[in-house]
């Protein structure tokens, strides 16, 4: 049986950009990275550069990959993701295993526990805790 999966149409002109209220576009990352040469397609505040609020959308679609986010906030999720990693990079569990910590940790389902839908209060959250079980398993190696 064929099942139809409609994808996701969103209507941009219709969000408002969380910061400043201004309508949120989608648009090419070009002029906001340093370098687009993989094409990196952004919803973006409107009133961009004033408000530098935007998010990156999934390659080859029109859907965010979180929530918008300022500078600060962007900053803190790339410091927090890298922290996260750690954890299964560093073989102390799985992949899947540190998301399901993660979404455990922020009482969140599976399917959304991404960083990129973090704010800063889970962002200082993660990053303390990821921080304690990584001093953990690296205490118990030794």
Same mark, same amino acid.
């Given at each position: 049986?064929?099942?139809?999966?409609?994808?996701?149409?969103?209507?941009?002109?219709?969000?408002?950009?969380?910061?400043?209220?201004?309508?949120?576009?989608?648009?090419?990352? &070009?002029?906001?990275?340093?370098?687009?040469?993989?094409?990196?397609?952004?919803?973006?505040?409107?009133?961009?550069?004033?408000c530098d609020a935007y998010v990156r959308? %999934?390659?080859?679609?029109?859907?965010?990959?979180?929530?918008?986010? &300022?500078?600060?906030?962007?900053?803190?999720?790339?410091?927090?993701?890298?922290?996260?990693?750690?954890?299964?990079?560093?073989?102390?569990?799985?992949?899947?295993?540190?998301?399901?910590?993660?979404?455990?940790?922020?009482?969140?389902p599976l399917s959304q526990a991404?960083?990129?839908?973090?704010?800063?209060?889970?962002?200082?959250?993660?990053?303390?805790?990821?921080?304690?079980?990584?001093?953990?398993? %690296?205490?118990?190696?030794?």
């Amino acid at each position: 049986m064929k099942t139809n999966k409609k994808k996701k149409s969103i209507n941009y002109s219709t969000l408002k950009c969380p910061y400043c209220g201004g309508t949120v576009v989608y648009r090419s990352a &070009d002029g906001i990275y340093k370098d687009n040469s993989s094409g990196t397609m952004l919803c973006v505040c409107s009133h961009y550069p004033d408000c530098d609020a935007y998010v990156r959308v %999934q390659p080859g679609t029109r859907i965010p990959m979180g929530t918008m986010a &300022d500078h600060n906030l962007r900053a803190l999720r790339i410091t927090t993701h890298r922290q996260f990693d750690k954890l299964h990079l560093k073989g102390y569990m799985t992949r899947k295993e540190a998301y399901m910590w993660l979404a455990n940790l922020i009482s969140a389902p599976l399917s959304q526990a991404h960083i990129g839908y973090l704010g800063e209060y889970y962002c200082n959250l993660v990053l303390q805790e990821s921080e304690k079980l990584l001093k953990v398993k %690296q205490a118990l190696k030794k």
